[in-house]
């Protein structure tokens, strides 16, 4: 199972990339300096061997010449003259400027074991839709290395690059427990997300939920729906507090976390979060998610012929705005707050 | 300024931007729309109407505006439509959000025609609100699995090749109120969450080249420089296909609403994903599972499990005119409905309209040579016979995707979603010509 089958378009063009044809026709770097470069400017073997695991699903289309299409569009990249053959790729999705007085180059060479990636691009190149919906960008400069901007320091992208994963990769040295997230959260939260985390008027609650996600109107929390720690960690250090964002020392962000969970019951009063710890707090909702699958589940479905005469006998109304109308400026607005807000 | 002529059409107290700062935004909600309705009629009947039979005032007299002098030029360097149209701005709905930093507006499709969405009257969305960033304080890093982590300038950016990519954005939770029920009557605020402009920008494949992509990279942050950092994780592969930096929408510079200087234009995709004010790129081997992709745009499904990565936006269509917001004025006889499909899968390959609440459909005309990803704009001429209709479009894109009813689509998902509400809209047009928000069989 491809960990993307939704992305068909995608596909097309890392096909295309990957394509034998596709890389001896396009391959052809210029200067010896470049081409260096463009050596690690590829799609990375994880690319290919995800392309190798196309959903099943997926039959090839026998009548969709899918792998001749991407690699003429990619062919066509650095050609913007209106060849019949241009044309399909660039009508598709962008009207280009100025590519032709750029010296586009070709796409870089493939990987240094091009044979193994082709032959795993291979059936995914065969994949119909993917050929059929592809968009495989004809794009100006194709391949060129333009020398602009300039080397990032490691203070700046210490600077900027805070953010933590799952695993736990990104977070700093420190920590914080319970008590003294108590304290931060009165003093820094409490007035929107309340004393317990449990909201205040439509600000999100962050504590409760447990057990109601397969309810009518059910309540997401830290606790009851986020999956991963490293979530709540993550934006309460880079994007909290409400209007005083990116303030809170990473010892600070480690007690407030501690405090949610105490305040979703999932750790007790005397915990203290850090590097190590986190590691060991699985959140419940963990494996309540799945990658999309409408593709799958949904589109056998909705690819049905579509009725056009005596669809139905009878249509009767089964429900009115007006029975609830909330639209702004009708009388029962005001009272439409009541439940949680729909974004925040 | 002149004096407004004595044949103005114009009825209603005028809404101008003063009127928003002074007032309360409140008021001004709802004194404009309680008459929304009325406004469109009155707006079209002059003062000095003819009488049955009489000759026409307006065709017999000379008007002020066929004798004196109109503006000069530069008399707003800047043009802002004509205060006749003072209506047609973007709404809030006050109960969704808890306050409007974190909050937002729908565009007014009701009352525009065409596809492109003017960048004034396109809808926003904000997390900590809109900021102002200037061209030269920008910079954009891109870091982690490159060779050489680099930051560009906005004059940098300028200097890359440059692509125009006209696309929709879509909000993910667009229609989302309507899950349960129907529930706003408008189509501003039922399917505004969208607009459509023409990007100009760099391809992101050419900034992440400049920086080398190494082998083991597989997934891309791009994060905001606003106050909620919002950011999401990418799959390698779209952000090496159609993905742009842009910096330009409609010929000008973007909005600030927008994201200026700098955007993110993510063609088919979840409009939370087009992060503003871009200001880094990160490579990586594994997802970041953000707070935007975990806690919020993913899609629950009635067992309590939920959908993540729910990242294309399905087909899609609604009818603009006539609704809620855009009565029939005009009686029976000749009638021009409507409206706007679209597709994250590609272009749209037809939509039908039906009357009747479904039992017949005819196929709307398609107004050709949209780009794949962007608004397209469908007319169905109809001769009204003056009765009561059930009103629904359906979209049809080139992968032979059907939109689907609301009841097929709760189906799938049950009634807990808030997101990727992409079901047939119906619109109840009575013999009066006003129109409401319904659901049917």
């Given amino acids: ?174 920590s914080g427990d319970v008590e003294t997230g108590e304290t931060l959260f009165a003093d820094y939260c409490a007035s929107c997300h309340g004393d317990f985390a449990e909201g205040v008027d439509n600000w999100p609650k962050l504590a409760g939920g447990m057990d109601t996600l397969d309810r009518e109107d059910p309540l997401k929390t830290v606790g009851s729906y986020w999956p991963y720690l490293s979530t709540a960690w993550d934006y309460v250090h880079r994007s909290m507090p409400f209007g005083s964002a990116q303030i809170l020392t990473p010892d600070e962000t480690y007690a407030m976390v501690a405090y949610i969970l105490y305040s979703n019951d999932l750790v007790d009063d005397d915990f203290v979060l850090n590097r190590e710890t986190f590691a060991e707090v699985e959140l419940p909702n963990v494996d309540g998610f799945i990658e999309d699958d409408r593709d799958t589940v949904e589109l056998p479905e909705f690819t049905k012929e579509a009725c056009m005469e005596n669809c139905k006998e009878t249509v009767e109304i089964t429900r009115r705005a007006t029975i609830l109308d909330v639209t702004p400026g009708s009388p029962d607005d005001a009272d439409a707050g009541d439940d949680a807000p729909m974004m925040d | 300024m002149t004096d407004r002529p004595i044949g103005s059409a114009r009825t209603e107290s005028p809404i101008t931007p003063d009127a928003l700062k002074n007032g309360s935004r409140r008021r001004f909600l709802t004194t404009t729309l309680a008459t929304g309705g009325a406004l469109a009629t009155t707006a079209l009947v002059p003062a000095t109407a003819r009488a049955q039979g009489e000759p026409d005032p307006l065709i017999t007299e000379v008007q002020p505006w066929a004798s004196g002098f109109g503006d000069g030029v530069d008399e707003t360097p800047y043009g802002l439509p004509i205060h006749f149209e003072d209506h047609v701005v973007r709404r809030t709905v006050s109960w969704l959000t808890a306050d409007t930093i974190s909050s937002i507006n729908f565009t007014p499709i009701h009352a525009l025609d065409g596809t492109i ?109 606003d106050a909620s950092s919002n950011a999401r994780s990418f799959p390698l592969e779209k952000m090496l296909d159609d993905v742009l930096v842009a910096f330009k929408a409609n010929g000008e510079a973007l909005r600030k609403e927008h994201g200026y200087p700098v955007r993110l234009v993510v063609p088919g995709w979840e409009g939370n994903m087009w992060v503003k004010w871009l200001r880094r790129i990160e490579l990586g081997d594994q997802p970041w599972e953000t707070r935007e992709e975990t806690s919020k745009y993913t899609d629950t499904l009635a067992d309590g499990t939920s959908r993540k990565w729910t990242w294309v936006m399905d087909a899609k269509s609604v009818v603009t005119s006539p609704s809620p917001q855009a009565p029939i004025t005009h009686g029976k006889g000749p009638l021009v409905i409507t409206g706007m499909a679209w597709s994250g899968r590609g272009g749209i390959k037809r939509v039908d309209v039906t009357v009747d609440g479904g039992k017949t459909w005819k196929e709307a005309r398609l107004v050709p040579n949209a780009n794949p990803m962007s608004l397209h704009r469908f007319y169905l001429e109809h001769d009204w016979d003056g009765s009561e209709m059930l009103v629904q479009s359906r979209a049809i894109d080139e992968t032979g995707y059907v939109q689907p009813t609301k009841d097929a689509l709760r189906g799938f998902r049950g009634l807990n979603s808030i997101y990727h509400n992409n079901a047939i809209q119906t619109w109840l047009v009575k013999a009066n010509g006003e129109a409401e928000n319904v659901e049917i069989s």
């Avoid at chain 1, 203070?155 to 994963?165: K, N």
């Fill in chain 1, 1 to 174: 199972m491809s960990r993307f089958p939704e992305i068909a378009l995608s596909f097309a063009l890392a096909a295309a990339m990957l394509t034998p044809a596709a890389a001896q026709d396009t391959a052809i770097p210029v200067d010896p300096a470049e081409a260096a470069q463009a050596d690690v400017t590829v799609a990375p073997p994880e690319v290919a061997s995800d392309l190798a695991e196309t959903p099943a699903g997926d039959e090839p289309a026998p009548d969709a010449p899918a792998a001749a299409e991407p690699a003429e569009a990619v062919d066509a990249a650095p050609d913007v003259a209106p060849t019949p053959g241009a044309s399909a790729a660039s009508d598709t999705t962008v009207q280009q400027e100025g590519a032709g007085e750029i010296p586009v180059e070709a796409e870089p060479e493939t990987v240094a074991e091009p044979g193994a990636d082709q032959a795993d691009a291979e059936p995914a190149a065969e994949d119909g839709e993917a050929a059929e919906t592809g968009t495989a960008s004809a794009y100006p400069g194709a391949g060129m290395v333009h020398q602009l901007g300039r080397e990032a320091l490691p203070e700046e992208v210490a600077a900027w690059d805070t953010d933590v994963r799952p695993d736990g990769q990104g977070l700093p040295e420190g």
């Fill in chain 2, 117 to 225: 969405t003017p960048q004034g009257c396109a809808f926003e969305r904000h997390h900590s609100g809109a900021i102002e960033l200037s061209k030269a304080d920008y910079r954009l890093m891109i870091n982690g699995m490159v060779e050489k982590p680099l930051v560009f300038t906005y004059e940098d950016l300028e200097r890359f090749p440059r692509q125009n990519v006209t696309a929709f954005l879509e909000c993910a939770a667009n229609s989302g109120m309507e899950w349960a029920g129907a529930q706003l009557n408008g189509a501003q605020f039922t399917h505004g969450m969208i607009h459509n402009m023409e990007y100009t920008g760099v391809p992101l494949r050419l900034l992440l080249e400049e920086a080398g992509i190494k082998l083991e990279a597989t997934w891309v942050l791009a994060e905001g420089a």
